[in-house]
Nanobody, 122 residues
Framework: QVQLVESGGGLVQAGGSLRLSCVASGRTFALYAMAWFRQAPGKEREFVAANSRSGGSTSYADSVKGRFTISRDNAKNTVYLQMNSLKPEDTAAYYC???????????????WGQGTQVTVSS
């Protein structure tokens, strides 16, 4: 079992930045690929970014490429999502997830956090 707890969400103006954190506890963090997904009201959960167990490989949704950066610190059991140049359409609940492989589909991930809300005002 892995428990994931996100933090760092909030209200920010368009063009601003936020950094989300997700701390894992339980089994060895470095065994898992990590990802961020988001879900806006009335929409399906969508992939944002993922990185491999070592953090050496990353993947991004086209909508956030060049603005968001995923990183991880295995010594701190933490994965981060640095979000810059935020847009109103980035407004959503953001979830971190842990799984066996780096992927862009929610079904590939076994463990999920409770989510943190990001609201971007225009």
């Amino acid at each position: 079992q892995v428990q994931l707890v996100e933090s760092g969400g909030g209200l920010v103006q368009a063009g601003g930045s936020l950094r989300l954190s997700c701390v894992a506890s339980g089994r060895t963090f470095a065994l898992y690929a990590m990802a961020w997904f988001r879900q806006a009201p009335g929409k399906e959960r969508e992939f944002v970014a993922a990185n491999s167990r070592s953090g050496g490989s990353t993947s991004y949704a086209d909508s956030v490429k060049g603005r968001f950066t995923i990183s991880r610190d295995n010594a701190k059991n933490t994965v981060y999502l640095q979000m810059n140049s935020l847009k109103p359409e980035d407004t959503a609940a953001y979830y971190c997830a842990a799984g066996g492989v780096m992927a862009a589909t929610p079904t590939a991930f076994l463990y999920w956090g409770q989510g943190t809300q990001v609201t971007v005002s225009s």
